[in-house]
């Protein structure tokens, strides 16, 4: 008959071999912790005129070799400093010239590039006129309004934002 083993007692911190790892503690600085993920924030309009045309805008060539010539919506990444209303409203001021109406939250997505992961956050909002003209800054190479069902045939930067947009834009 054989003897049963003797159950371990582990000292705090380590664990037993070949167990699970624990979570690092908040704050650890251990070479072994797990690495955090944070996302890169960023935001958009979904900016409509008074007609219901929606503004896209087009990623000049020298963007990234990927999304060169591909589509997206005015806005861009939250600073840490930024109030998100009030960092979208800045963002749409320096990309088009224009001044819409107050952001009101519609949409989130979420997607991972090669150097980090994104959190979208799409927000409604409205601008007087039919198709106003606007002033484009150097971050894009051509604005476009369109009609919501044309929005389909636009290759945009990121599939979730059409997704997105084609979701706010059916209710």
């Not at 219901?52 to 005015?74: C, F, M, R, S």
Request: net charge positive.
């Amino acid at each position: 008959m054989s003897k049963p083993k003797k159950a371990h007692r582990h000292r705090r911190g380590t664990r037993p071999k070949g167990g699970a790892a624990k979570a690092p503690r908040k704050g650890s600085t251990s070479p072994n912790a797990r690495p955090r993920h944070f996302y890169d924030v960023r935001q958009y309009a979904i900016l409509r005129d008074g007609g219901g045309h929606v503004l896209i805008l087009q990623l000049p060539k020298e963007y990234d070799e990927t999304a060169a010539n591909t589509w997206t919506l005015p806005g861009g990444k939250l600073e840490p400093s930024d109030n998100p209303a009030e960092g979208l409203l800045r963002e749409i001021a320096e990309e088009t010239g224009l001044t819409p109406t107050m952001p009101k939250l519609c949409g989130i997505a979420r997607w991972t590039t090669r150097a980090s992961k994104k959190l979208g956050i799409f927000y409604g909002t409205q601008v007087p006129g039919t198709k106003p003209e606007l002033k484009l800054s150097g971050e894009h190479q051509r604005a476009v309004w369109v009609a919501p069902g044309e929005l389909g045939g636009f290759p945009f930067h990121r599939p979730e934002m059409l997704d997105v947009l084609k979701e706010e834009l059916s209710k």
